[in-house]
């Protein structure tokens, strides 16, 4: 029996109804508040904002989580509709892709903020020479220090102005921010108001050591440098060798998936190759 009308337009109406009825489907779901969707989706929604807010970043996390779903939605039918090669991997890639440069994002920023933490020491240090409260030296530093460290240091400025203690304003700063220098720094501020002393002295000592360390570091990775090359090659060359072998010779490789112990030479030479992988990043992971 002929359709009234033609093939290719018959297929599209019934992609885009099989679309409108998932839509359909997932927003039924999702606007159960008891359902288990709405509960993974508000964790989801509540993880993008914290995540987004540590940066001081305050874009509604949900234009992100729906952009997403239309993201889902546009490939699937993409993949319905125009037969798109390996559809899924863009899925995957836009169910993925905000949450690891979110994080991309929050490595760089705490990147810079470890750049500014021996002059934001110093600024401290220099301040208490004029003033003899830590609270009024942290306060002025605010004013002489460039972002991303002066929004963490206003904000630490802000709560101690609502009620929090210096101590408490110090430790919050150093968990949103989340480096192991910064906390480092932080701690010795509040071990020497504590323990008293010579604050100053003891803050021109810890910016001296945080650069020392730095210039450490910075030898660590151009060393390191050449081995993480080498790692790349080691992760990326069986795949180009086997290209290039079955490119010259198709079929070469074929005994190795049509016997069962191809398999188990497959999968042991996988084994091998994550193995030394993990060794290989193990070695290069110098930590100071």
């Known amino acids: 029996m002929k359709l009234p009308i033609p093939t290719d337009v018959a297929k599209w109406i019934g992609a885009g109804a099989i679309l409108v009825a998932l839509t359909v489907a997932t927003y039924a779901v999702v606007s159960d508040p008891a359902g288990l969707p709405r509960r993974y989706w508000g964790r989801y929604v509540a993880f993008l904002g914290r995540q987004l807010r540590r940066m001081f970043i305050f874009s509604p996390p949900e234009t992100i989580a729906y952009a997403q779903l239309a993201g889902i939605f546009l490939f699937f039918a993409l993949g319905l509709l125009a037969d798109l090669p390996a559809w899924w991997a863009f899925a995957g890639v836009v169910i993925v892709g905000p949450a690891f440069w979110i994080e991309k994002m929050r ?92 604050l100053p002295k003891i803050l021109d000592t810890i910016a001296s050591s945080l650069r020392e360390m730095k210039r450490l570091e910075g030898v660590v990775r151009t060393k390191t440098a050449e081995g993480k090359m080498q790692l790349w090659v080691l992760a990326i060359f069986p795949f180009g060798l086997m290209f290039m072998i079955n490119a010259v010779s198709p079929g070469y490789f074929s005994p190795l998936t049509e016997s069962f112990i191809g398999y188990v030479l497959v999968v042991l030479a996988s084994l091998f190759w994550i193995g030394s992988l993990v060794l290989a990043r193990k070695i290069l992971a110098v930590d100071l």
């Open 107 to 198: 490595q760089k920023r705490i990147e810079a903020i470890e750049e500014q933490i021996d002059g934001f020491i110093l600024a401290l240090a220099n301040a208490l020479k004029s003033t003899p409260s830590i609270g009024d030296a942290f306060k002025s530093v605010a004013t002489v220090i460039p972002d991303p460290l002066k929004q963490e240091v206003q904000l630490a400025n802000k709560e101690m102005r609502v009620g929090s203690t210096l101590d408490q304003a110090l430790l919050l700063m150093a968990s949103r921010v989340g480096s192991r220098q910064l906390d480092t720094a932080l701690s010795a501020v509040l071990v020497g108001r504590q323990v008293g002393g010579n």
